[in-house]
């Protein structure tokens, strides 16, 4: 079982930044893949970015390709999401996932476990 909180999400406002954490425990906390997801009001959830269990594979939705960067300390076991250039259109409540298995995976189905969300709020 592997137990994920996010924190680091608020109001910014269009071109600014913020960084997001995902805090992770359980006996493979440290050893799964790991993703951040959004889902804006009146929308499904989407893949945003994606990280394997060593950090050494990464990969982004074209949205965020160049704005968003996704990293993993696996000593503290915490993953971070940092977003630069925000826009109007990244306003969604962002959710940090964990894979039960190896293997590196972009659609949420392929995600075990979840976090509660946190709302990031980008003014123009």
């Known amino acids: 079982q592997v137990q994920l909180v996010e924190s680091g999400g608020g109001l910014v406002q269009a071109g600014g930044s913020l960084r997001l954490s995902c805090a992770a425990s359980?006996?493979?906390?440290?050893?799964?893949?790991m993703g951040w997801f959004r889902q804006a009001p009146g929308k499904e959830r989407e893949f945003v970015a994606a990280?394997?269990?060593?950090?050494?594979?990464?990969d982004y939705a074209d949205s965020v390709k160049g704005r968003f960067t996704i990293s993993r300390d696996n000593a503290k076991i915490t993953v971070y999401l940092q977003m630069n250039s925000l826009k109007p259109e990244d306003t969604a409540v962002y959710y940090c996932?964990?894979?039960?298995?190896?293997?590196?995976?972009?659609?949420?189905?392929?995600?075990?476990?979840w976090g509660q969300g946190t709302q990031v709020t980008v003014s123009s």
């Open positions: 996932a964990a894979r039960r298995g190896s293997g590196f995976y972009t659609t949420q189905n392929k995600y075990d476990y």
């Open positions: 359980g006996r493979t906390a440290s050893t799964s893949p």
């Open positions: 990280i394997s269990w060593s950090g050494g594979v990464t």
